[in-house]
């Protein structure tokens, strides 16, 4: 980790751009230590071992037939950066290309650090990801599966849970992920567009409430069914990693609080609550066959209003 050279690489931002992307890559892997990934022979085939057992756990309790990335990567905290840059600058490029204009009196390095920042401390944290690749171009893999190998053992260390265990959980939750675009190849164009109109309004200096309000929804459905299929597929009770992964978030100083809340971490936490309190409705009242129904359309997705009153959602697909 060198300091020196993050702070060099944000004051040093340049191009014609509010965001200086190398400079933002440099900065984030500078102020972060990337971690081993010199993996034993057993951990390597743990990995695939929970990859695989989830997998065939997930489709025997959702009853759809999905697939796993073919490559699934073990990466340090600089590769989960530069992996998620890619992301960033797609997801960002709408706001680039009207300029500074957009964000009268902000300055390109603020920008530049800002994003700096979120990235690092983002890359100190993950534990695992499933990307369904967002608006990329359509070349190469069309999603994929990631895991942060030295953030996990940190934080099953610091957590005094047994390693292969929180791995497996890990795994575990992010292939519910893989199930759920698999059941709904329509999703990821539904989410694209929901971000490319928020995206775009934010570009012209506006604000699209309604594509916000419709990409939180999916957002808590995504996170809400994966909660159940983690409760219905997981081979072992998980309450204690659960709760002791609270109780280090409750925990945390006040200045870590905040951090969270302005990357917007603490609204994540609420889309598992709220989607979580919806399919176990939906569950106890019907059965998972028909929480599932929530991905044959973009009709079928329970609108806000919907998530706190699960049971109109009911009677209106039924």
Sequence with gaps: MNLYRSVRAVTGASGNGPIDWAAVAEAAKSATEPGSIELSAEQKTGYATDVR???????????????????????????????????FKRVMEPVEEHGPSVLPGVSRVVN???????????????????????????????HALYFVHPNIERIA????????????????HEVTHAAEFGAAPWLSGHLES??????????????????????????????????LLMDEAFDDEYEDLRRKIEARRKGMNPLSKLV????????????????????????????????????DGPENLPSDDELDHPERWLARIE
């Design 112 to 142: 530049t650090g800002t994003m700096s920042f979120m990235l690092a401390l983002l890359g100190n944290n993950v534990l695992g990801q499933y990307d369904p690749l967002l608006l990329a171009d359509g070349e190469g893999d069309d």
């Design 194 to 227: 929901r971000m490319e109109s928020g995206i775009e309004a934010l570009a012209h200096g506006e604000v699209d409430r309604e594509a916000f309000r419709e990409l939180d929804a999916v957002m808590t459905s995504v996170e809400g069914y994966a909660e």
């Design 157 to 172: 260390g610091k957590l005094d849970v047994d390693f292969d265990r929180f791995r497996r959980w890990i795994a575990f």
């Design 260 to 295: 969270r809340r302005m990357l917007g971490l603490g609204m994540k936490r609420r889309q598992y609550e709220r989607g979580k309190e919806f399919f176990e409705y939906v569950v106890d009242a019907e059965s998972v066959e028909t929480a599932t129904k929530v991905w």
């Design 53 to 87: 057992d989830a997998r065939t756990r997930v489709r025997e309790v959702s009853g759809v037939s999905f697939d796993v990335p073919d490559t699934i990567e073990i990466q340090n905290r600089h590769h989960w950066i530069d992996a998620n840059i890619t992301t």
